[in-house]
């Protein structure tokens, strides 16, 4: 596959005023600017020059604070302030398995579409909540590059859905931020060490965040990184290491009482400053003073890489995992790149090398590294880089596909295909006469409509009434570079047409899309054998039902008896062989009856075309 290259329509460039791009990881835990300044990406500080602003937004009476201040108030003020909103982005209430996220917060009570939360500035849907985070962090650049930004790249989770990613950019929409695409961010952290200009190969991402571990496995070829693999735990990062330095710090004090909530989060708190001052020495001396009991003492790495250890070796499990998944070893990953602030504890770097048998890069922050590879992106979509407006393309994480007849899922862009992609495909009728088609879409690797995930439905109506099989219906899909989905059904007759932007309410997650991955493969065999039967008897149904129809209508008319008697014979037969699902019979019954029926079809489809014609205005046809 060629490098796709993608310039931006009419964007000529004046030397002498560069565009204003922006890349923008929009994180679980924290969320960061960057832009590109003297060829080199940055990220950028708030006042008190700090990078990392904290995803967290707290909703007031008399406004919405976000970042640091929300996350001091989270204390007192837990239900009006959200943190971890990346985890409800794109989710219905059924969606979400993280039950501490469902005690945190007051969820209003509702059935379909996105969940939202009940604070004191009414109900808030996690798309508000990263709009807020999304506009502090854009001042900050305005301010930097002094102007309004021209656009914005978005770093989201390589395994993100249609629904998860169309929230993202909804978010964007919200806050009136023109975004120019959206990027994976495993493929954003490759970017940033410049392996796209490297040897091809296959590139591991270990992220470990806050509160999520993903391990991404991207294949690199000629410029396209295409997603292997993705494994993780959604509820495994840095916030489970302080849990353990908690503990830790509870036992040594001998405090044996409950704690309180404020002592708690306090507790938390100390942990975290004390677990991330353990990156850097060995020992720490602690003084801890809390509502509940004050202690002063020291910590070890060596007694807190214990206790974290298998935590860890729980993310080693999910690489295996994924290496697994792609039928790759581990000798096969030509370069580890680590991300997420959790990354700079020591005993992950060493586990991690340990497994993969090489040095992880991780000179870049491993906390910035996205953010900065979505800058340069940025940069080059902006149009600041004539020239080089190479685009590194994603791919897309599972095939898309339509409903055919008996259940069948016609795939219409295979999973993998690099994005933006369009694909464009014939269907036709089923049925005689008829004139609206119900247009399923669907996304997963299976066979079967049941296997697979429903996105959308539409119908194309106003289809000319003819024969089964003589309207021509063209569907196009169409993937942006965001991995957004457009369908359009048209008949190609009559140019009537029905789209449909898919905007599923409820999303895939990563176990799920996993799963659906492996189940592909397992029964791959059993699923071929179905399919082969159900469109076997698809086709003769088809036949039955069309020939059956035909004989009745206009048999009188264009056959003779002795015709007539064949076919309604061999469309018994027909019948019969299907109803014992021997595929090789009914292939056979069914072919001969199709030779059979062949001129009789012809001359009833020349007589429908030209009635279905002669009823119309001569300009609509003349457009097709
Ligand atoms: P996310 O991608 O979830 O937004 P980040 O990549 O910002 O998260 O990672 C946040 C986590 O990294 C927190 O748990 C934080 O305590 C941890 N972290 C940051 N710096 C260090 C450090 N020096 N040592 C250990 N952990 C750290
Ligand atoms: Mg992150």
Redesign the pocket.
Known sequence: MALIQITEPGVAIDPHQRKRGAGVDL?????LIAVVRGGSPVTLPDASDRH?LP?VVRYESEGITVGYAAVEAAREDPFNTIASAKRLLGRGLGDIADRKQLQNYQFTDESAGMVKLQTISGEISPVQISAEILRVLVLRGEEALAGRLDGIVITVPAYFDEAQRQATRDAAALADIPVLRLLNEPTAAAIAYGLESGDQGTIAIY?L????FDISLLNLQKGVFEVLATAGDTSL???D??ESLARILLHKSGYEGELDAISRRTLLLDA?AI??A???CGRVDVELSLPAFSWSGVVSRSEFSQAIRPLIETSIKACRRALRDADLTESDVKQVVL????T??PLVRQLVEAFFKRQPLSHLD??KVVALGAAIQANVLVGNKPGEEMLLLDVLPLSLGLETMGSLVEKVIPRNSPIPVSRAQEFTTSRDGQTAMLIHVLQGERELVADCRSLARFELRGIPPMVAGAAKIQVVFQVDADGLLFVTAKELETQVKASIEVKPTYGLDEAEITSMLRASVTYAEQDVQARMLAEASVDAQRQIDAVTVALDKDGDKLLDRKTIHHLRKLVDELAGVIDQQNIDEIDNVNKRLGQASADFAAMRMDASVKEALSGRHFETVAES
């Open positions: 994180g679980t835990t924290h969320s990392l995803s992220d965040g806050g509160g999520t990062g840095g916030d290491f302080d975290k677990k991330e353990l990156s850097q991300v997420g602030g959790a700079r504890v491993p906390d």
